[in-house]
Structures are given as structure tokens and as C-alpha cells.
Nanobody, 127 residues
Framework: QLHLVESGGGLVQPGGSLRLSCTSSGSSLDYYAIGWFRQAPGREREGVSC????????KYADSVKDRFTISRDLGKKTVYLQMNNLKPEDTGVYYCAADLHIIGDDVASREDEYDCWGRGTQVTVSA
């Protein structure tokens, strides 16, 4: 059974960096497309980035392009979200999620395509 766990959140100043990790304490997440989402206080959850199970295809929200990088390490069974040049508007709870139905180079863009979710990690960008 897939049980996703996020880590790496914290408090950082504007312009700083964080690297989030998504792992599974149950089955390996290597077989699945993974997405990162975030939810700021008082706002709906939004998609940030996603990666195919092959690692070949990646997508980013316009708000994070050229600042965030998603990647996966199959040996460590982990998906990362490297976040650079962080801004206060990046503040929120970050969730990783797995789509259990697509394989290969496909990615899932819509939130409702994801089947399994972690509990989230808090990211706060503030001076």
C-alpha cells in the first residue's frame, strides 16, 4: 500500500531555498506519476508541479517556472521539489500525490486524477 510522506518544509526568508522530499513508507512510489500541490491559508489547493513515472515528463505552474525543479531518484524511491528564490506567496502546505493509473511518460495535471495523498509539509516564506 502506498503511504506518501512529505518532508523538508520550514521557515525561510524571501530569496531562500528549500528542497521538499516525497517518499512512501509502504509500497515504492517509483511506478507512479507524482504531483506536488500547495494550499495557502484561505485559498484553494493548486497544482505546483508534476513528473511522470519515467521521470522524462515534467510540468510546472507558471508561478513557479524557472524557480522550482521537480525530480525523482529511483534508487532512493523519492521525488524532490527543489524550490529556489522563494517568495512570500509560496507560503502554504505542500502535498505530494500519486496517480495510480498512468505509467511511462504521461503526467496527471488535474488534482482529481490523483489517488493517494500525503499529509503535507508547511512552507513559510517570511522575513
Amino acid at each position: 500500500q502506498l503511504h506518501l510522506v512529505e518532508s523538508g518544509g520550514g521557515l525561510v526568508q524571501p530569496g531562500g531555498s528549500l528542497r521538499l522530499s516525497c517518499t512512501s513508507s509502504g509500497s515504492s512510489l517509483d511506478y507512479y506519476a507524482i504531483g506536488w500541490f500547495r494550499q495557502a491559508p484561505g485559498r484553494e489547493r493548486e497544482g505546483v508541479s508534476c513528473i511522470s513515472s519515467s521521470g522524462i515528463t515534467t510540468k510546472y505552474a507558471d508561478s513557479v517556472k524557472d524557480r522550482f525543479t521537480i525530480s525523482r531518484d529511483l534508487g532512493k524511491k523519492t521525488v524532490y521539489l527543489q524550490m529556489n528564490n522563494l517568495k512570500p506567496e509560496d507560503t502554504g502546505v505542500y502535498y505530494c500525490a500519486a496517480d495510480l493509473h498512468i505509467i511511462g511518460d504521461d503526467v496527471a495535471s488535474r488534482e482529481d486524477e490523483y489517488d493517494c495523498w500525503g499529509r503535507g509539509t508547511q512552507v513559510t516564506v517570511s522575513a
